[in-house]
């Protein structure tokens, strides 16, 4: 009890005391979602380009967790394809917002980019993830556990291995790989446990080690140094 308390919850407790000192929106209709100005248009890019994108969502939900989605555009292109799940409608969304458009007000980070032939290379790989999504039908979208926007980006990354991250500890939903008891191996070789989504262990070179409780992470990350604390995200490198 001590050791969850120290590893969980009083990371948690601080990242609520901080979000409750942030200047937001009170509800998602006074909220700006537009163009962030984090991603250049994409003319001025000129190699095949995939970055995976998080911003902190809104109400209290902003103070444990971000919403994710990814964006990709061919060489040549001159608009960016963007794709993330929402909890209205059909899930899975294609250009919905801005490739770079705030969250509840809040603006978006890269979480990583691959760029050139590798990016030319998985674009389509990542076109067959997104519809082989296995929760994309309407009303298939859940909050907590999963899944839900999370869920839906941490799929792709699986399934694509190669773009080389995993989203952030206070990534809610990430986790989730279905109901019941689920166990497995990824195409990039990590190993996953999850209990209904609540409660989970990862380990292997893209998650390094992580324990996972009620949608947070801790854990370590051995290839790019740092921590991974709920509700705060990483520190390190």
């Given at each position: 009890?001590t ?17 409750a ?14 163009p ?5 248009a994409?003319?001025?890019v ?8 998080t ?5 209290w939900?902003g ?5 994710s989605?990814?964006v990709?555009?061919r060489a040549g292109?001159?608009?960016w ?11 899975v ?5 801005a ?5 509840y ?17 998985l ?5 067959d993830a997104?519809a082989?999504?296995?929760w ?12 839900n926007?999370?869920?839906f ?8 291995p190669?773009?080389g991250t995993?989203?952030?500890?206070h ?7 279905g ?12 190993l ?9 262990l990862s380990?292997g ?8 409780a009620?949608?947070q992470t ?6 790019r140094p740092?921590?991974?604390l709920p509700?705060?995200?990483?520190v390190?490198v």
């Open positions: 009890m050791l969850f308390l120290l590893l969980f919850v009083v990371p948690v407790l601080a990242s609520t005391a901080w979000w000192l942030q200047d937001r929106p009170r509800h998602w209709n006074d909220a700006d979602w537009g962030s100005g984090v991603l250049p994409a003319a001025q000129a190699d095949a380009t995939i970055h995976v994108m911003a902190r969502t809104g109400g939900k103070a444990v967790s971000v919403h989605w990814i990709w555009k292109d001159r608009r394809t963007r794709h993330d799940v929402v909890g209205w409608g059909n899930p969304r294609r250009d919905g917002y490739p770079d458009a705030r969250w007000s809040n603006d978006p980070v890269i979480r990583a980019t691959v760029t050139g032939a590798q990016a030319t290379a674009i389509p790989r990542l076109e997104v082989a999504y296995p994309s039908a309407r009303g298939a979208y859940r909050i907590f556990p999963g899944p926007s999370n869920t980006v941490e799929h792709l990354l699986r399934e694509v190669e773009i995993t989203l952030p500890p990534a809610v939903g990430k986790d989730w790989r109901p019941g008891l689920r166990w497995g191996r990824d195409p990039g070789g990590d996953h446990v999850s209990a209904w989504g609540l409660l989970g380990a070179p893209r998650t390094g080690l992580e324990l996972q009620l949608g801790f854990g370590i990350d051995w290839r740092a921590l991974k509700g705060i995200g990483r390190g």
